[in-house]
């Protein structure tokens, strides 16, 4: 076996050195993907990719998977790249996001989901996403905004779900949203543009938000009212005060009827009991027994 001279043996290992970190990363990187090893970038744009790629480095700090087919995420999707900050998913075409999508990510603090065929956000959507800033769910097909779905988004300051079919919001849906100092509904939270149903549940739900201390509130007079018809067209501003006065007047009907009810059947029964008196004190005062002159 021929050995190298020593006099080439360091360069030999030198060279060794330096080209199996290159290797390696070069067999992290994803196929048709850019990775930009000292930045912790993986630039996955545009490249028609249907899945999820493999072999993302696990030091990845910033995933851009924008302009590409993806249709769903399944379970686990980035379960390897605990790492990762931001996530970048926009103008695909995923309309399903499947439980434990998002399992892994708790450093994640952006991620772009706008201009996608979202119909709604899963009940688990925030349960690992506690350092999230930042959610943009723009322009999909979101018809409500769920209380599960946000609870666990405590780090949460910007939210953006405009250009939805958003027309309801659940009670509570913002309660776990501590974070969320400046509520702006085109820049903070962007829900104009939204079918809404103005009724009595709409103005609680912004009744609550508009009352939180601290939290100041702009371009509310965006939110445009769909239905009911009479109401369409409608700055919500507008009629806010109005949309729970048919609900409180009927509650205030029933509860003068129940009043009343009771008052007279308190009155009946007084009346019953004085008769039923009288009628005794009559029968005890009858005529004398002859016997008893």
């Known amino acids: 076996v021929s050995l190298l001279p020593a006099s080439m043996m360091l360069p030999f290992f030198l060279a060794l050195l330096l080209w199996v970190p290159v290797a390696g990363a070069a067999k992290a990187c994803p196929h048709l993907c850019i990775c930009y090893e000292s930045s912790d970038f993986v630039d996955c744009r545009g490249r028609h990719l249907a899945h999820i790629p493999r072999s993302i480095p696990h030091s990845t700090w910033l995933l851009d998977l924008r302009h590409n087919s993806l249709t769903s995420l399944e379970a686990g999707s980035f379960d390897t790249l605990w790492s990762m900050k931001i996530l970048l998913l926009a103008h695909n075409s995923v309309g399903q996001l499947w439980p434990k999508a998002f399992t892994c990510l708790g450093f994640l603090e952006k991620i772009d989901l706008s201009h996608n065929l979202l119909a709604q956000l ?9 350092s999230l800033k930042e959610l943009k769910a ?5 018809s409500a905004v769920g209380y599960e779905s946000l609870q666990h988004l405590e780090s ?9 079919q958003v027309a309801s919001i659940e009670k509570g ?13 085109h820049t903070h939270l962007q829900l104009a543009g ?5 009724d009595c549940d709409l103005q609680r739900v912004f009744s609550k938000i508009l009352s939180v201390r601290h939290l100041h509130v702009e371009d509310y007079t965006n939110i445009t009212c769909a239905s009911p018809w009479q109401l369409a067209g409608l700055p919500l501003v507008s009629v806010d ?7 409180t007047a009927t509650v205030l009907v029933i509860t003068v009827t129940v009043l009343v009810t009771v008052i007279a059947a308190i009155v009946m029964a007084e009346r019953n009991r004085k008769k039923s008196q009288e009628k005794n004190w009559n029968e005890s005062d009858g005529p004398l027994d002859p016997q008893e002159k």
């Open 122 to 130: 899963p009940p688990d959507f925030s349960d690992e996403l506690a």
């Open 138 to 142: 723009a322009y999909n097909r979101l």
């Open 156 to 164: 949460l300051e910007k939210l953006d779900l405009s250009y939805n």
């Open 173 to 185: 849906a913002f309660r776990g949203l501590s974070r969320l100092r400046y509520l702006y509904l």
């Open 194 to 198: 939204n079918p809404w149903a103005c």
């Open 241 to 247: 005060t109005q949309l729970c006065v048919a609900e």
